[in-house]
């Protein structure tokens, strides 16, 4: 368990190594072969497929896999229009082939099945992992994937997972702006209302919750003002005096790495959801890098690679991500940059703004709205 003593204990000792090789082995594993532990995270197999996938854009490590390969794959996931477009608000990514829909990596119309749907966080992390292995969304059927997008918005401008049973919060809010994002154009979701439901998550502290009402926290935090810097509006949906409160609650979740919540143990994974914040916010500087660092690296698994969330705790592949990430934000040595809206390297972000180049030049038909975020 973690406690403030963890990262005291460390500072003043030795400081401890980052082992790149042994996280790009611990990521090459995850691609490969997982613990049993994890088999009940079939149906979400793309988002560890993106946790190594980025991790190893972040190690400059990606010539260890075959992205050929995985592209292939990843396309296999995509939930296509059929012949009568009858399916067209479940389009989008399927997290794996769980439902033993024939594989095919094509454009082609898709055979309909009564329960293959898309989830917004597969398709968000399958069009990362796509542009992190280079590949130029070309086989991305964007007009489907973006309807399916907005059929997930409801009312109050959260959005929900899937169609049919799921939960509505901040993070699939964070899911729709990325992809609306990558896809270069917003027409996936009523930015409005969006936008309405962000400011009204904000809690009587100040922080930002799951939704309207509920506690604030550092992972619902990141999500929506890292949805606004990719709108493009931070600025204009909350006053200076209200950024300077939610900037206020965030850096008091520094112990010695972060918390997600007052009274709460730190976690490995908030030296980026809180991190990336207060970057975004523009007062990273402030934070005591060398106790971050020390509790991120009390976590390091020496043996197997990874990170856990708790420094004597089995790593895995989210807590592996995001104590390199947060690393990154400090500027360590030997991890490429992260970009703290998009939850890519800054290298990869510099790729898509390329291919939304090329898109803009072609006179991409369904071009609404540019967004743009300075990193
Ligand atoms: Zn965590």
Not at 306 to 328: E, M, N, V
Request: glycine letters at 8%; hydrophobic letters at 35%; aromatic letters at 10%.
């Amino acid at each position: 368990m973690a406690s403030d003593e963890d990262g005291d204990e460390l500072s003043g000792e030795e400081r401890l190594d980052f082992l790149r090789d042994r996280h790009v082995h611990f990521f090459q594993r995850c691609l490969q072969m997982l613990p049993e532990g994890y088999s009940s995270l079939e149906t979400s197999r793309l988002t560890i497929a993106f946790f190594a996938i980025s991790g190893l854009d972040m190690l400059d490590a990606l010539n260890v896999v075959n992205s050929a390969e995985i592209i292939e794959w990843i396309y296999s996931l995509q939930v296509l229009p059929t012949e009568d477009r009858s399916n067209l608000s479940h389009c989008g990514f399927r997290g794996s082939s769980y439902l033993g829909i024939p594989f095919n990596p094509s454009k082609n119309p898709s055979v309909a099945h009564p329960y293959d749907s898309g989830h917004i966080a597969m398709t968000y992390t399958a069009l990362s992992s796509l542009v992190i292995l280079g590949d130029d969304l070309s086989r991305v059927n964007k007009e489907a994937c973006l309807a399916g997008v907005r059929a997930l918005q409801l009312e109050d401008g959260s959005f929900s997972a899937v169609l049919q049973g799921s939960e509505n919060d901040m993070r699939f809010v964070y899911c729709a702006s990325c992809i609306c994002y990558m896809l270069n154009n917003w027409s996936g979701m009523d930015k409005k209302k969006a936008i309405n439901y962000i400011r009204k998550s904000m809690s009587y502290d100040s922080g930002l919750a799951q939704g309207a009402g509920l506690e604030s926290h550092g992972g619902s935090t990141f999500c929506g003002i890292a949805s606004l810097c990719l709108m493009g509006k931070l600025e204009e949906v909350f006053s200076e005096k209200e950024l300077n409160r939610i900037r206020r609650w965030c850096i008091m979740r520094q112990q010695n790495g972060f918390h997600g919540r007052p009274n709460k143990p730190v976690d490995t994974c908030y030296s980026f959801w809180v991190g990336a914040t207060l970057k975004l916010l523009n007062i990273f500087k402030y934070i005591n890098m060398e106790k971050n660092r020390n509790y991120i690296m009390s976590t390091q698994d020496r043996l197997v690679g990874g990170f856990a969330k708790w420094p004597d705790s089995h790593p895995d592949a989210l807590h592996a991500y995001f104590g390199i990430c947060g690393l990154s934000l400090m500027g360590e040595p030997d991890i490429r940059k992260v970009h703290p809206a998009l939850n890519i390297s800054i290298r990869t972000t510099n790729r898509l703004r390329e291919l939304h180049q090329i898109w803009n030049s072609k006179d991409y038909t369904s071009l609404s709205e540019n967004a743009h975020i300075s990193t």
